[in-house]
């Protein structure tokens, strides 16, 4: 009997409904001090005064903390631009200056509110373009002593935080000749990840280590990001995983955890804990970047794209994080999934006097995708052709060679998409039941699934259960508390109650790249069939002198290790756990994944920093919407997916993830926006302004599974959970443009754009007239 | 300030507390009783994470004073997992994969109890109407109707 592909439920689903399961925010220690940061409140200025004399004199209060009680170095994940507090100049609103440890979580805000703060304000860089201009003040004046984390230095210069530019010959040739040249530019907002549970952490200092106790989806990066800001080699840290209550990205480097380390040392190793009211979380928060994206195309009479040109400008914020890693992700998208001649890329990330940007997922791809399927719909109606056919037929298949050189041996699955979208809502039938304001769009991508390493111990317990031991987290999609779960079990042939996966613990469990880019399931899981792998070996050796069998004639399946093709002569696996336990010793495999970059020309792009796309997967949705003209509102009536999962190894889990990352891409779309004023403040600062996607405002995804089992990944396994983030933006704009009949080209589109568009356009909006009877 | 003593009802168990009379019921359960089941998502009533309920309504213990529960019922998650209706919601959002980060589930689950105490077949829409309080950044909240339409069809089973 197998569990791969079966419905059971999550390990965790009880003590999460109960209100049992310990979250980062719920953790406590005896003791505990509660902590508080004082933060910039502009974006840009100079420190002119930072007194905390009276703070430190308020009751309750044991350490305050400032620039110089931390160590004298900068950090950062990919550069290291940053300090723990600002010491001269302040880059973006809530940049920590002071930390302050206190007997109560109240004490501690009072005492961070009673230091003397003056900041002589400078003006914000803002504007991106305007950021390029060489007359623009500079965010980071000694940009050029900042060292990479690791290898080599990268392009970068000024406020440009990194650069990544492709340019291939042939393209102003192919322009030159070009029967059109169709030019688009789009504007996409910052979105906040928004999970519920805010950031928080717990810092012990102790035995001259730190320890630290945090929600997080990467807890061996926090190790690394706390090792490099308290300068101490990472080894020295350990952290702690707790429940997670949500992510979506942005738990995925350092926050409060190293304030909540170093206050812990100062105050002589009380634990102390720092949590972060919604605002502080909001305005912190490493979320998707805004970005300004150009598109051209060269194309003939037939709308063969000779050539292309795109360029996107994106906003890094005031530090560096992850970002520069991922700027060179335009080249992968600049073609889409569309045949398409040169292709000239420049990638720019700016420095800015906002909060630094992040990972969010699907990561620089929704907007990028945005941005190609909307020029698709336009190069599809300038030349008259229906934009579905017009995708079909210019769709890349099997072999096809992406900008990077990297081949797609299996492209072919994006027809296979196109088809099972087809099957579930027919694009003829949906033209031909057009109604006013209503409107139709269809898109589709390839996407990444995240190659980074990643270990397991599978050990087994004497009473024939086992524990997975490793340092990944479970950050709601399942991937533990299903994926990882099913694939031992399956492996072992006990039931999934059998296996119990520890929390992340960086001194108990090697490393781990951490929750992102959907590698969970498929990295994890394959370091822990590889280690389930090792412990049926040594079943299978203990129990051949059981059976007084050969170790090749046995299998281990229901429970127990049995001569193949005979169950009758068998021992549950309990009987020879505890005799391996006296014997040989006790049983337990190790497990170790990485998967390759596949190969790709080195040459194709200066600043190539994430150089291909490992185990890549296939995408179409569709989306049918409908506006109220006299508001402006848009409703998403219908949403389709079909999607390459390689294999389905939680069928719940697996359409959660779809239909969580669609929500989402539904919230970007038409209202998810952190907007930035003129002085690089945000506009919206809580959760009152920042509307999230509600259970009024959501339908049903129709979902098409399609498999394609990889050969390497986990029982066939590959990446699922970014990538229903990918799309819902462009093709919920291709929707309400084809409704109104005028492009919407910002996102997120909302009402008052969509009135401006109606009113723009009226005589191209459609009427009843022009409705077949 | 001083502090004022609140009596009042948890979980079916009479408690006497002392509290500021300016604290919130969230901070009361939280920090003074250890029922670390109810969450703070937002601190203003919007993202519904600590929603218990006062004499069977749902309220957001976040924005709602402690005090006010005097000689009141309160109800929160870990009381709902002894209540017949609570215990067929929580099993129902793990069976339905209803459940992703889990965050705002307690809320969730508490607010549906409320519902269906209410009206035991609420169709779809008066369930999504229901839930416009509480947020779930995970789901899309699919799964969560799945839940409840299970244990709808549960209750109307016997």
Redesign the interface.
């Known amino acids: 009997m197998t569990v791969i592909g079966e ?1 059971v ?2 390990s ?3 003590t ?8 980062g ?2 953790y406590a220690e005896p003791g505990m001090l509660w902590g508080a940061l004082l933060r910039s409140p502009v974006s840009a200025g100079r420190i002119t005064r930072l007194d905390t004399t009276a703070a430190a004199a308020m009751p309750g209060v044991h350490a305050v903390l400032t620039a110089a009680d931390a160590p004298d170095v900068h950090a950062g994940w990919v550069l290291r631009d940053q300090r723990l507090f600002a010491t001269d100049a302040v880059r973006y609103e809530g940049q920590p200056i002071a930390a302050v440890a206190a007997d109560t979580l109240a004490q501690a805000r009072a005492a961070a509110a009673a230091i003397v703060l003056e900041i002589e304000p400078l003006p914000a860089v803002v504007d991106l373009v305007r950021a390029m201009a060489p007359d623009s003040p500079l965010v980071h004046p000694g940009w050029e002593s900042y060292v990479p984390a690791a290898g080599p230095d990268f392009p970068r210069r000024g406020n440009i935080a990194a650069e990544c530019i492709a340019d291939p010959p042939g393209v102003d040739e192919a322009f030159a000749r070009a029967h059109r040249v169709i030019s688009d530019e789009f504007v996409a907002q910052r979105q906040y ?6 950031k928080s952490a717990v810092g012990i200092f102790r035995d001259g280590r730190y320890t630290v106790h945090t929600a997080h989806q990467f807890p061996y990066n926090v190790r690394d990001r706390v090792s490099q800001f308290l300068d101490v080699r990472p080894s020295a840290v350990r952290v702690v995983g707790h ?6 990205g942005a738990k995925l480097d350092a926050s409060l955890e190293p304030y909540a380390a170093l206050l812990s040392k100062v105050v002589g190793g009380s634990a102390v804990k720092l949590v972060n ?2 605002t502080e979380d909001l305005l912190t928060c490493p979320c998707r970047e805004n970005a300004l994206t150009r598109l051209r195309s060269a194309v003939d009479a037939d709308g063969n794209i000779l050539a292309r040109e795109l360029e996107v400008i994106a906003d890094n914020g005031a530090y560096s994080g992850e970002m520069p890693w991922l700027a060179s992700i335009a080249l992968h998208c600049a073609r889409g999934v569309y045949r398409c001649g040169p292709t000239r890329v420049v990638s720019r990330l700016m420095y800015t006097n906002t909060a630094p940007t992040g990972a969010f997922r699907g990561v620089n791809g929704t907007y990028l995708y945005h941005a190609v399927e909307r020029h698709m719909d336009h190069i599809a109606t300038e030349l008259g052709l229906d934009r579905r056919d017009y995708r079909l037929q210019q769709l890349i298949t099997d072999g096809a060679e992406m900008p990077n050189g990297q081949v797609l041996a299996d492209a072919g699955i994006l027809r296979e998409g196109f088809d099972a979208v087809e099957s579930v809502a027919p694009w003829a039938e949906l033209q031909a039941g057009r109604r006013p304001y209503r409107g139709i769009g269809i898109g589709a991508a390839w996407w990444v699934t995240n190659p980074m390493p990643g270990t397991a111990v599978v050990k087994l317990h004497e009473d024939g259960t086992v524990a997975v031991i490793t340092a990944a987290t479970d ?4 991937a533990v508390s299903m994926g990882v779960t099913q694939i031992v079990a399956e492996r072992l042939g006990i039931p999934p109650t059998d296996v119990f996966v520890t929390m992340p613990d960086t001194d108990v469990a090697g490393f781990d790249a951490g929750s992102q880019g959907s590698r969970t399931t498929r990295i994890v899981g394959k370091a822990s069939q590889l280690a389930a792998d090792e412990v049926v070996e040594k079943l299978r050796g203990v129990a051949a002198g059981l059976l007084e069998a050969a170790a090749d004639d046995l299998e281990v399946a229901d429970g127990t290790v049995r001569v193949k093709g005979v169950p009758g002569n068998s021992i549950p696996i309990a009987e020879v756990a505890v005799a391996a336990t006296n014997t040989v010793g006790p049983v337990q495999g190790t497990g170790s994944f990485v998967t390759p970059f596949p190969d790709f020309n080195p040459g194709c792009a200066t600043g190539l920093m994430f150089p291909s796309f490992p185990t890549p997967t296939y995408h179409v949705h569709l989306a049918e919407v409908e506006i109220d003209p006299v508001t402006g509102n848009v409703r998403v009536l219908r949403y389709v997916v079909a999607q390459e999962v390689g294999r389905v190894i939680s069928p ?2 697996t ?2 993830q779809v ?6 891409g539904i919230g970007y779309a038409l209202h998810e926006s952190l907007r930035i004023g003129e002085d690089g403040r945000y506009r919206e600062r ?3 302004s920042y509307r ?5 405002d ?1 339908p ?2 129709e979902f098409v599974p399609l498999e394609h089992p990889d050969p390497d990944g986990p029982f066939g396994a590959k990446g699922v959970a970014e990538s229903p983030v990918l799309l819902p933006a462009a093709v919920i704009a291709n929707a309400v443009s084809d409704a109104i009949g005028a492009p919407l080209n910002h996102i997120p589109i909302i009402p008052e754009d969509v009135l401006a568009a109606i009113q723009g356009s009226a005589g191209d909006v459609r009427s009843d007239e022009e409705v077949a009877p | 300030m001083s502090a004022v003593e609140l009596t009042f009802t948890v979980n079916g168990r009479p408690r006497v507390v002392e509290i500021d009379p300016a604290e919130t019921l969230l901070g009361v359960l939280r920090d003074r009783l250890g ?10 009533g ?2 519904g ?1 600590c929603t218990v309920l006062v004499d069977g309504l749902p309220v957001d213990s976040c924005i709602y004073a402690a005090a006010a529960t005097a000689g009141r019922r309160v109800e ?3 009381g709902l ?1 002894h209540d017949g209706l609570g215990r067929e ?3 129902a ?5 209803g ?8 809320g969730f ?1 508490t607010t549906l109890v409320a519902v269906l105490r209410e009206d035991d077949k609420p169709s779809e829409e008066d ?3 229901a ?2 309080g ?12 799945d839940a409840v339409a299970a244990t709808i069809s549960g209750r109307n089973e016997r």
Do not use: W
């Open positions: 419905r439920p999550r965790d689903g009880q999460k409904v109960s209100g049992e399961a310990i979250y925010v719920d990840q928004a999970y519920i549970e805010p429940t997670i209550g949500g992510g979506f009211t919604r950050n709601g999609s399942g719940d889990g359409y959660g239909m969580g990352g669609v929500t989402q809580t959760l009152e999230l996607p509600l259970a009024t959501i049903r995804v | 029922l670390t089941g109810t969450k703070e998502g937002c601190n203003e919007e993202c994470a929160t998650a870990e997992t919601l929580q099993a959002f793990v069976a339905a994969g459940v992703q980060c889990g965050f705002c589930t307690p689950i369930v999504r109407t839930l416009a509480n947020i779930c950044r995970c789901t899309g909240y699919s799964q969560i109707l």
